[in-house]
């Protein structure tokens, strides 16, 4: 279990993640909403699952599973009034950290990206959740994002939970963020098991950059060596983090070589 001052940080952390977009409510188009509410209840009547669309110029849900098959007796008003965070306070504590890192690393990813491409990632992680009665069930959570503001920001977010039959509660929890278009992972690629082919889709440019960074090479002298400006190199190197998760470029440079990258 973390600290309580972790779990302080990680929140912040989330909280900050959310509000990366700057909505303003004349890029909003709020006719999608009801556009899209039907199709909604339809998923929600599949057995085992439960839909939720939150909009991140609220901060609120804007549409929730009219019933929690999967916890059975939780206040559907309260998590509507709360937010996720409500869900939070019943996840297993050992997930929690987990989530709050998956959801901030995923949404600053998403931000990073051009407004064509945002619609192109799924997101799926999987966690223990408290029930009423007291044990706890494994759900698998699928994110994708439904709707963009008028200029290409991330507006509404679709969330679909399963739950995971036969599942077990002692296995670690696992996350991938996924493009829909060709299939390739990015964020968590290092939580793969040993042997998995599927690997940190870096451009040629960004190994470039990475390998004159395993040297030693500070952004100026990259920047010298392949006649490009410090700014696109320290560019690189923000893409270069995010693809591999890495917190630092001597991670992401381990990480790297540890492939075969390099």
């Known amino acids: 279990m973390s600290p309580p001052a972790e779990i302080s940080r990680l929140l912040a952390e989330y909280r900050r993640s959310l509000q990366l977009e700057r909505l303003e409510p004349a890029n909003l188009d709020y006719t999608r909403l009801v556009y899209h509410v039907p199709l909604l209840e339809r ?29 059975l ?28 890192d998956t959801v901030s690393r995923s949404l600053r ?29 494994r759900l ?9 503001d008028r200029r290409g920001a991330v507006w509404l977010i679709l969330i679909v939970n399963d739950i995971v039959k036969d ?9 991938q963020l996924r493009n829909i278009r060709n299939g390739k992972m990015y964020l968590f690629v290092p939580e793969e098991e040993p042997g998995n082919e599927t690997r940190p889709s870096l451009t040629r440019r960004e190994l470039e950059v990475l390998g004159l960074v395993a040297v030693g090479m500070v952004s100026r002298e990259i920047a010298d060596r392949l006649f490009i400006s410090v700014a696109t190199v320290n560019n ?7 693809k591999m998760g890495a917190k630092n ?10 492939l075969g990258l390099l």
Do not use: N
């Open 140 to 148: 698998v959570q699928q994110v994708i994002v439904l709707e963009q």
């Open 236 to 242: 690189h190197r923000q893409h270069i983090l995010e």
């Open 167 to 175: 599942g077990s509660l002692e296995a670690p929890t696992r996350r």
């Open 43 to 71: 998923l929600d009547a599949v057995e085992g699952s439960s839909v939720a669309l939150f909009d991140l110029y609220k901060m609120s849900y804007v549409f929730l599973t009219s019933s929690f098959k999967f916890l």
């Open 73 to 100: 007796g939780y206040r559907r008003d309260q998590a509507m009034e709360k937010g996720p965070e409500y869900f939070y306070d019943q996840m297993h504590p050992d997930d929690l950290p987990i989530v709050l």
């Open 109 to 137: 990813f998403l931000h990073g990206l051009s407004g064509a491409e945002r619609k192109d990632y799924t997101l799926s992680f999987d966690f223990r959740m408290r029930q009423a009665g007291g044990g706890y069930v």
């Open 249 to 258: 470029c001597a991670e992401a440079v381990r990480y790297a070589a540890e």
